[in-house]
């Protein structure tokens, strides 16, 4: 265990090393072909974790580049993969890289696979073909082109250290999107008297035990900067990747969320109204709807990351439309810009907005854009893909009394219906 632990701090640190590096830069190292000479494991970044990603076998060529003495890395998925320099070796013989039809230099779709059980990876659409090596479960990796065999059997074409390796559709499955839960108003059920029905109010019960779920599913919890990366194709993710999200600011965040998500070990972003953060805490009152304070914002940032949901705008108009809807693009842009600088105070990358209510179009996403805005999501249900509109992203919301089982069928990775 313990050799297993230090080759992980090996490996972050020699990614952190190389972080600034590319391996397709100009001034970065050329990568070579080199031989595996032994069914070698590969270890790469996932999320924020180096982790086991597979293994590749004895025989196969991969396009590598040195890191130190003992690691070379190479590409992998929308990352790098390492390999130890003890498993390679010079290529033997005249073995080269196959690509009859240029495949390798052709854009990636913004499609991918997931993982569901290790994966085989073969040289080409036939599992009796020459296997390369094998996926580890519970990743997602890019694919760059799928097919059906002669037995209508889907087989997705893939990139790894600079070759072609094929995936069978029946060993893993087509990537249908990260879910993005959207959470505002938390209460125990005995002191919850007003806000009972409301479809934005959860119990802490529900809430505790959904997260114990998504816990026991191994599931990690991924940041807004991590989906804008997935979104654009910068990073591998794990298959059961979720990002949690909270609206408005509420005091209930601070009082009953943040305890449950640090015991769980859970990362997750509230979306603030900045006009309405509080100098001074309040004292705690489940009657009304009350928001954080400085120092409440301020105590949940190891869990949270404080991102914008306006300033003045979460309001709705005389036919209860959201004012955004009706403003000019000069007092949306004025305002977003207000609220960036307000939470500036709390994280210097005030980049996604969540909509007021869900409320926009094409003025406000315009307006976003201006602002400086990278991301902003609705209410619209469904999950996020790479190539999604970047100004108008999908959450899904799991109520109070939604079972686990209605969570489950909502959040996994199955097609939206």
Known sequence: MFSYVLRGVVLLVLFCASAQADLLNENYPASRYMQVNATASV???????????????????????????DYYEFRFGNGTGFIERSRLTDVQGKR????????????????????????????????????????????????????????????FQIRIGERLAWVSGLDAQEDNGVPVLTYHHILRDEENTRFRHTSTTTSVRAFSNQMAWLSDQRYTTITLYQ????????????????????????????????????QNGFK?????????IKRWPQRWDPMRLQFMSLSELKDIQDVFDLQSHTHFLHRVDAARRPVLLSRSEHNVLFDFRRSRRALEQFTPHVWYLSYP??????????????????????????KVKPGD??????????????????????????PQG
């Open 43 to 69: 270890q790469a970044q996932v999320a924020d974790k180096i982790v086991f990603v597979g293994n590749i076998e004895a025989g196969q060529l991969l396009a590598v580049v040195p890191v130190s003495s």
């Open 389 to 414: 509109n970047p100004f108008a992203l999908k959450r899904l919301y799991i109520l109070r009394t939604d079972s686990l089982e209605t969570m489950a069928r909502l959040i996994t990775n199955q």
């Open 96 to 155: 080269r890289v196959e690509d009859r039809l240029g495949d390798l230099n052709k854009p990636l779709s913004n499609q991918n696979l997931v993982t569901i059980k290790a994966t085989p990876m073969y040289s080409a659409p036939d599992v009796k073909s020459e296997r390369v090596g094998t996926l580890a479960d519970n990743l997602r990796y890019p694919v760059s082109s799928r097919l059906k065999d002669r037995l209508n059997q889907t087989w």
């Open 227 to 262: 989906l804008e990366d997935y979104l654009y194709n910068r990073i591998n993710l794990p298959g059961r990747a979720v990002a949690i999200t909270f609206d408005d600011g509420l005091k209930s965040v601070w009082r009953y969320a943040w305890p449950v998500l640090r």
């Open 268 to 276: 997750a972003t509230a979306f603030i109204i900045s006009s309405r």
């Open 357 to 382: 209510f869900g409320g926009y179009n094409t003025q406000g996403m315009q307006a976003a854009q201006e602002a400086g805005f990278h991301l902003a999501v609705t209410t619209v249900r469904g």
